[in-house]
């Protein structure tokens, strides 16, 4: 089955600078690529996702990127806010149909005012 | 936010006792999911339904038994449950086809004493 490991677990940045969260998978049929935001005590929800013919996606602060021969995709948030605080999830997706998705262990965002 | 609620929110039970986690989801999707998710560990698929049919059961134990009646509804059937299976269990439904976002209910907070 897939697997997917996500680093770091915790991050710590000051407001204004960037956050880079890095995953890598091992099922080569994953194609489809997810990530969710969870602030404490709330549901997780998408933030972006990139598909797997697809190298590189950006949505105003918020960039994905992803390397399908290494097997591993990132996200990057430039200018940090202290709203973007929360926990973050990578995901792998094999979307024949239904999705079976299987998550990172997910990296625990700080922005210091 | 109303497209995937889940009731109830913050449930405690024995370990003999039988209860019932209850989602709806009000988006017209036609796929829904169980997750579990425990501290430090990523997000658990348990169960998928697809089409009303389950497709998926991730070696869940036998005390945990899934029912979905249709396909805006969605049960997860408690019965003698273990203290580790105290966790926050989060409901999600998408629409079938590739690359589909889920969206996730708030999730029951789940005690077993």
């Known amino acids: 089955g897939e697997n997917v490991e996500q680093h770091p677990s915790t991050l710590s940045v000051q407001e204004g600078d960037s956050a880079v969260i890095k995953c890598t998978y091992s099922d080569s049929a994953s194609n489809y690529f997810p990530w969710y935001k969870q602030e404490l005590g709330k549901r997780p929800q998408l933030i972006i996702d990139?598909?797997?013919?697809?190298g590189e996606k950006k949505d105003q602060r918020i960039a994905v990127t992803l390397n399908k021969t290494a097997k591993h995709f990132s996200l990057h948030i430039t200018e940090t806010q202290p709203e973007d605080s929360a926990v973050y999830f990578c995901a792998a997706v094999n979307s024949g149909g239904y999705q079976k998705v299987t998550f990172g262990t997910g990296t625990k965002l700080q922005v210091i005012p | 936010e109303t497209g995937v609620t889940q009731t109830p929110r913050h449930l405690v039970m024995g370990m003999t006792n039988k209860k019932s986690l209850k989602c709806e989801q009000h988006?017209?999707?036609?796929?829904m999911y169980w997750y579990k998710q425990s501290a430090k560990k990523p997000l658990e698929l348990m169960f998928v339904?697809?089409?009303?049919?389950?497709?998926e059961n991730n070696s869940v134990p036998s005390r945990f038994s899934p029912e979905c009646p249709n396909s805006s509804h969605l049960f997860l059937h408690l019965h003698t449950l273990q203290p580790e299976d105290s966790a926050l269990y989060l409901c999600?439904?998408?629409?079938?086809?590739?690359?589909?976002?889920?969206?996730f209910g708030p999730g029951t907070r789940l005690t077993v004493l």
């Open positions: 990139i598909r797997s013919n697809v």
């Open positions: 339904y697809s089409l009303e049919e389950r497709v």
């Open positions: 988006l017209g999707h036609n796929a």
């Open positions: 999600a439904s998408s629409t079938l086809g590739q690359n589909n976002e889920q969206f």
